[in-house]
RNA sequence: GGGUAGGUUGAGCAGGUGGUGAGCUCCGCUGACUGUAGAUCAGCCGUCUUCGACUGUGGGGGUUCGAUUCCCUCCCUGCCCA
């Protein structure tokens, strides 16, 4: 049977286990996609202050979209009729959805979960929803993306206790089964999420679990949170290595910082989403090579130098970080925009790097560069 | 010139009719943000030797144990009338 999409490894990592980066392609509906990836987040079928073209200019080859947002406002249904997510938005290159998993977390105090599903509170207007895992994967059908994902119960690393997270891997494993069993589209890829918070012998159970489900990829979840590096990376260790001969895309939820990004990579991780970069952006901080630069800072009022000299991004190319700090504190439009504009470009050609590197099969040599 | 309402920490205000005015919102300064309840949030924002101390209610003077408050006087601002 023919999958709705299709991974090939392109170059993979060595056998010599400097590392597990490998180069990858991935073909979708709406098109290929060369891996390692970021996928910008666009939560309300929007990634915040960018359009389409924007996003092009950027580079994105994928975005992420939220079942439960969408779900919520404007409903999936009308999406739907209205031609589907991709037509709805403009966007005609890869969706993935998430599956509203992550409100599982996010949302905190106005949810709760049991076996059968969770219950939601509506952030928007306190009204009661309630998603188990075939109305998950309904609602993401009916959005249409190319990449739909697994409801499951991500849990935040540091501050839950085992048994939490046991109860968590148990159950994320039963939604999995659900949703493979209500998935129908031929057109939209289903990847499971692998659980088990930082705890070894769970991770290793719940990557088992996951990756003997005949899903199109495996999502590593419950990590980008509150757990150290070096935590995050014993925990991807474990996993991949269970993976190293699934010939299945992987991709770890929520990760987006340049650094964090190359050590998940080095692991062997092929995909990335995360907030981060646009979120940062609208709250004043660009990135750099050297890291971040807070544009509130006074010093940057009187600073005619782009954000980052060299950068192919609109806003280093056209202005300078004074008057891009004078339209922050100014609260004018434009701002969120170019920051936006620079944060993701700044990410999409930090990935561009790595791939190159890859290709060129001088990775590790790029690990070391930075990471120093 | 007469009348009237005012003068509080960068700005705008609150409060205070004899018993210790540092309260708010802006502005400003700094930090955070990782499958987006986030163009958001947190801390600081008179001075200093900062777990505390000092100064501060337009200026000056008076009454009083004690004055932002009462009295005198001057200055400044808005409005009304000449």
Redesign the pocket.
């Known amino acids: 049977m023919n999958r709705p999409v299709s991974f090939d490894v392109l170059k993979p990592a060595p056998a010599d286990g400097s590392t597990r980066a490998r180069l990858g392609h991935l073909s979708t509906p709406h098109g290929q996609i060369q891996t390692p990836v970021f996928m910008?987040?666009?939560?309300?079928a929007t990634?915040?202050?960018l359009d389409p073209d924007d996003l092009d200019e950027v580079g994105a080859q994928i975005i992420?979209?939220?079942t439960?947002?969408l779900y919520l406002r404007p409903g999936h249904e009308r999406i739907a009729r209205l031609g589907g997510l991709h037509k709805f938005m403009a966007w005609d290159k890869p969706i993935l959805t998430?599956?509203g998993?992550?409100?599982?977390?996010?949302?905190?105090?106005?949810r709760s979960v049991d076996d059968d599903g969770v219950t939601f509170r509506s952030?928007?207007d306190g009204s009661t929803h309630r998603f188990t895992p075939e109305h998950s994967i309904a609602v993401q059908e009916a959005l249409g993306s190319d990449i739909a994902?697994?409801?499951?119960?991500?849990v935040p690393p540091h501050s839950s206790t085992r048994r939490t997270v046991a109860e968590a891997v148990v159950r994320t494993h039963a939604w999995a089964e659900r949703c493979l069993s209500a998935h129908r589209r031929s057109d939209q890829a289903l990847f499971g999420?692998v659980?088990g918070g930082l705890e070894a012998d769970l991770r290793e159970e719940s990557t088992r679990a996951i990756s003997a489900m005949p899903f199109d990829g495996i999502?590593i979840?419950?990590?980008?949170?509150d757990e150290t590096?070096a935590q995050r990376r014993e925990a991807l260790d474990v996993c991949i290595s269970l993976l190293a001969d699934d010939p299945r895309p992987r991709y770890l939820?929520?990760?987006?910082?340049a650094l964090?990004l190359l050590d998940a990579v080095d692991a062997g991780v092929d995909m990335f989403?995360?907030?981060?970069p646009?979120?940062?952006a609208?709250?004043?901080?660009v990135l750099v090579p050297e890291g971040?630069l807070?544009l509130?800072?006074?010093?940057f009022?009187d600073d005619p130098a782009p954000i980052q000299e060299g950068c192919r991004c609109r806003a280093c190319r056209s202005f300078s970080r004074a008057y891009l700090a004078h339209l922050l504190?100014a609260?004018e439009?434009l701002f969120?925009r170019l920051a936006t504009l620079h944060n993701l470009t700044f990410l999409t050609d930090f990935m561009a790097r790595i791939r190159t590197a890859l290709a060129e099969g001088k990775f590790p040599k790029l690990v070391h560069e930075l990471a120093t």
């Not at 998993?101 to 106005?110: D, H």
């Not at 939820?253 to 910082?257: F, V």
């Not at 989403?273 to 981060?276: K, N, T």
């Open positions: 910008p987040v666009g939560t309300n990634v915040k202050a992420l979209c939220n439960y947002h998430d599956s998993g992550y409100q599982v977390v996010s949302l905190g105090a106005f952030h928007l994902v697994c409801l499951d119960q991500p999420i659980q999502c979840g419950g990590l980008a949170g590096p939820m929520g990760l987006g910082s964090d989403d995360s907030v981060l646009a979120r940062i609208r709250n004043g901080t971040r807070n509130r800072n006074s010093r009022m504190r609260d439009l969120y």
